[in-house]
């Protein structure tokens, strides 16, 4: 979801959503990663410097994408921006209006709750596995208590601007951004769907 109402997330409602989370399975418990709520005028200095860096291709790594990307993959990314813009009525022309709303992925969306997720930079891929699993936990509990999230890739492509903003440790890798909050159901963003890839796509027997 990429609209949200102005209605703010109860404390204890948020520190449920988040302890529930924390059941997501862990390679031996480890339970690694951290969920920063990100407030006040530490959000203003975030969002602001996040999208100003955008807008000066200050980009800083690539982070979730391959490069280069496999056509399949390209193709779906091109489905899913089609999905979004289509909602929304705007136009494959109108870049104007296209970074707007990209640029709102700096915002958190607007969202009443604005977390960054973090990982020890010496995880490998398990730790990424277990702190996977915890973010899809997190999205799943907040769906299961009526509020809504959408996870947020971009931030991660700007890991020291972001470290240095929140006064993080050089440890930190910045995994995503999450936004969180109640969704706003008429909102245009709100009806963009995307399909998923068949069975054979992604699964074959090996005998």
Request: proline share 6%; glycine share 6%.
């Amino acid at each position: 979801m990429r609209t949200y109402l102005p209605k703010p997330v109860p404390d204890a409602l948020l520190a449920q959503v988040l302890t529930d989370a924390r059941r997501a399975p862990s390679s031996s418990n480890l339970q690694p990663g951290s969920f920063l709520s990100v407030e006040g005028e530490a959000r203003k200095r975030l969002s602001s410097a996040l999208t100003d860096a955008w807008r000066n291709d200050q980009r800083e790594d690539y982070a979730y994408f391959p490069q280069p990307w496999p056509m399949a993959m390209r193709r779906r990314q091109v489905a899913a921006a089609q999905a979004l813009y289509g909602a929304l009525g705007i136009a494959r022309e109108d870049q104007s209006a296209r970074d707007a709303q990209f640029a709102r992925n700096f915002q958190f969306f607007d969202a009443p709750v604005a977390l960054v997720v973090t990982l020890h930079r010496d995880f490998g891929g398990a730790g990424h596995m277990d702190l996977g699993m915890a973010v899809y936990g997190l999205m799943l509990a907040a769906q299961s208590h009526g509020l809504a999230t959408c996870a947020i890739g971009a931030i991660a492509s700007y890991p020291d601007l972001v470290r240095s903003s929140l006064q993080l440790d050089a440890h930190c890798a910045i995994a995503c951004g999450l936004a969180l909050g109640y969704a706003d159901p008429g909102a245009p963003a709100n009806q963009a769907e995307t399909t998923r890839c068949k069975l054979d796509d992604y699964f074959r027997v090996i005998a």
